[in-house]
């Protein structure tokens, strides 16, 4: 199974070993910490994104509260992912606690994207070591880039194209999974109007909002259409 996993996961790992190598390098360049704090934030906080913005914040002499309020609102996407994985997570047991700690934008893609069995023990087994896998690409990734930043010169410019050729491999997959293009187009559209009419903090989760609120319009459509269907049939 472990062989399996490591072969879904493949387009993560080289997402998230240059990106956790530059956070590495970042955070042994701009703080003065320890090396191994880094890898320890990769277990303890998994943020991605939000680790790098931690580094800038803390960089910057911002003080504690300042950067759980920045990292809680650049990461408060993933309360809607959370949302709609409630089905899937149900009756996984103490497994379940970490699924949630550890569901990040891609491991949401391939948790939701990928075909799924019957068992649903067995496929959240499988959702557990995905989420395990994709955390130790990132750690070994931080980890790396911490120690190597004394010896070796490391220029970042650029390496944030691999995150967004990552979303696109992801996208693709979730094209392929769904058969359905619209909630891609509506997420653009959404995106679109986020960029026009809020400032640049605000618009990822403006974006969000705006096309989850259009997809549970959409979605309760659908069941009302259904719904008057099956009374028709009925009677």
Known sequence: MNHSVFRLTLPILFGYLPLGMAFGV?????????????PLMGV???????QILAVSLLAANAGLVEVFVAMFVLNARHLFYGLSLLGQFRGAGWRKVYLIFGLTDETYSLL????????RAHEQTVD?????????????????GALLADNVAFNS???EFALVALFIVLTIEQLKALGDSLPVWLGAAAAGVAMI?????HQLIGAIAIVTAILLLH????????SSEGEVNRG
Do not use: H, K, M
């Open 219 to 226: 979605y309760r459509r659908i069941r009302g259409e259904q």
């Open 197 to 201: 009419a809020l400032p640049p903090a």
């Open 44 to 50: 303890v906080i998994f943020a991605g994104a939000g």
């Open 26 to 38: 970042l955070f042994a360049t701009q703080l003065d910490y320890a090396w191994w704090i880094a």
């Open 157 to 159: 410019t650029g390496i």
């Open 112 to 119: 939701t994207s990928r075909p799924r069995g019957p068992d």
């Open 128 to 144: 557990f070591r995905i989420t395990a896998f994709n955390q130790g690409y990132w750690v070994i990734g931080c980890a790396l």
